[in-house]
């Protein structure tokens, strides 16, 4: 896939910018798919609990992985301008040397990750958010297959959002990385959401691939009969598009 496709996508948010509910990401804290945004829970609401089914495949001449994950995540706004992540992940991992015979090679892991984010500036219809945070706080995803490598592991931010769009950087174990992700609405009930890293947190193989970047498309839904509740159904990859699911409740 051409990387010019996902720069087209999001600069064509603008022609929607109208931006849905404030929502978590798979991970906890609000934010689009992945990429968390300068936004928080809304005022007096400060509980939302997050579950996500992730599906993310990749190879290259020599290997293939998939990475399944199942996570629940609360997400507590205990103040206006701070916002904290408990996710319980229970993670697949399959990798497949193409030398080898089969069956490819597997683990099962579980574990209990820590986020936090800071808003710095409030976002709002006249000047850009900012927030600074950590994902994985407890660097417990900071694990692979041998050679494979993780990748991943403890990861700062810094973001900044305007309305529709957002625009971040990160730091890990693989030094800076950046984002970038637009959330647009079709109807009051209906938002479409892009957004594509440099440096995802998914499982790399090695040596990389031609293509290592990852770009997320899918819809985020609104069903009106269960006000606070939100559907996310998006195609996950970096050219060969694998399938996310997630849902998530906002308490009164």
Same mark, same amino acid.
């Not at 995803?141 to 305007?162: N, P, Q």
């Not at 990389?208 to 069903?223: H, S």
């Not at 009969?225 to 050219?239: H, I, K, N, Y």
């Given at each position: 896939?051409?990387?010019?496709?996902?720069?087209?996508?999001?600069?064509?948010?603008?022609?929607?910018?109208?931006?849905?509910?404030?929502?978590?990401?798979? +991970?906890?804290? $609000?934010? =689009?798919?992945?990429?968390?945004?300068?936004?928080?829970?809304? @005022?007096?609401? &400060?509980? %939302?609990? !997050?579950?996500?089914?992730?599906?993310?495949?990749?190879?290259?001449?020599?290997?293939?992985?998939?990475?399944?994950?199942?996570?629940?995540?609360?997400?507590?706004?205990?103040?206006?301008?701070? +916002?904290?992540? $408990?996710? =319980?992940?229970?993670?697949?991992?399959?990798?497949?040397?193409? @030398?080898?015979? &089969?069956? %490819?090679? !597997?683990?099962?892991?579980?574990?209990?990750?820590?986020?936090?984010?800071?808003?710095?500036?409030?976002?709002?219809?006249?000047?850009?958010?900012?927030?600074?945070?950590?994902?994985?706080?407890?660097?417990?995803?900071?694990?692979?297959?041998?050679?494979?490598?993780?990748?991943?592991?403890?990861?700062?931010?810094?973001?900044?959002?305007?309305?529709?769009?957002?625009?971040?950087?990160?730091?890990?174990?693989?030094?800076?990385?950046?984002?970038?992700?637009?959330?647009?609405?079709?109807?009051?009930?209906?938002?479409?959401?892009?957004?594509?890293?440099?440096?995802?947190?998914?499982?790399?193989?090695?040596?990389?691939?031609?293509?290592?970047?990852?770009?997320?498309?899918?819809?985020?839904?609104?069903?009106?009969?269960?006000?606070?509740?939100?559907?996310?159904?998006?195609?996950?990859?970096?050219?060969?598009?694998?399938?996310?699911?997630?849902?998530?409740?906002?308490?009164?």
């Amino acid at each position: 896939m051409s990387r010019g496709i996902p720069c087209i996508l999001l600069l064509a948010a603008g022609l929607f910018a109208c931006a849905g509910m404030p929502s978590p990401a798979w +991970e906890g804290m $609000v934010g =689009l798919f992945t990429l968390p945004t300068a936004e928080t829970l809304p @005022a007096g609401r &400060p509980f %939302a609990f !997050t579950f996500s089914e992730i599906r993310f495949s990749q190879s290259n001449n020599t290997a293939r992985v998939r990475n399944v994950w199942y996570t629940g995540s609360l997400t507590w706004a205990p103040v206006d301008d701070l +916002e904290v992540a $408990v996710t =319980l992940r229970h993670e697949y991992l399959h990798a497949r040397n193409f @030398a080898d015979p &089969p069956p %490819a090679t !597997t683990a099962d892991q579980k574990w209990t990750q820590v986020a936090l984010k800071y808003i710095l500036i409030p976002p709002d219809d006249r000047r850009v958010g900012l927030a600074v945070g950590v994902l994985d706080l407890t660097d417990v995803t900071d694990i692979g297959f041998g050679e494979s490598g993780a990748d991943r592991g403890r990861r700062a931010f810094l973001v900044g959002t305007y309305e529709w769009f957002s625009l971040g950087l990160t730091y890990d174990n693989r030094g800076l990385g950046a984002a970038a992700g637009a959330r647009w609405s079709v109807s009051d009930a209906v938002d479409v959401i892009a957004e594509f890293n440099t440096d995802p947190v998914f499982l790399q193989v090695h040596p990389a691939p031609a293509i290592d970047a990852n770009f997320n498309l899918g819809f985020r839904l609104y069903p009106r009969e269960v006000p606070g509740l939100r559907l996310d159904t998006v195609a996950v990859g970096d050219g060969r598009f694998d399938f996310g699911f997630s849902m998530s409740y906002l308490f009164p």
